[in-house]
């Protein structure tokens, strides 16, 4: 994040999102906040990763980004916002049919 038009970016993506991480809802703070909400630092995430997408120009539509914590940024690397929503359940214990269907399988 460091030319103007990525930093004009993603204003208008946590605002878009009311600065809330779109992956686990917590509440967002701006970059130099402090230290101690590490966790809760706001980023933007690119839903399909750069990596992953067709080209650099799609990477960067606004429909491809969405307000995330640095937790969930960190903890996504290069895993679609599908895959690390479906991540996250099952840390929540929310995926039992696919549990089920692992032991079945
Ligand atoms: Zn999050």
Not at 28 to 44: K, M, R, S, Y
Request: hydrophobic share 40%; aromatic share 8%.
């Amino acid at each position: 994040m460091s030319t103007e038009w990525q930093k004009k970016l993603r204003r208008i993506v946590l605002n878009r999102d009311n600065w809330i991480c779109q992956y686990c809802f917590k509440k967002l703070v701006p970059q130099n906040h402090g230290a101690t909400e590490f966790e809760q630092v706001a980023t933007i995430d690119h839903k399909i990763p750069i990596s992953r997408c067709s080209s650099v120009s799609n990477a960067w539509k606004l429909s491809n980004l969405c307000a995330c914590c640095r937790q969930c940024n960190e903890g996504k690397g290069a895993l679609s916002a599908i895959e690390w929503l479906i991540v996250l359940a099952f840390r929540r214990g929310e995926v039992r049919l696919l549990n089920e269907l692992q032991k079945a399988a």
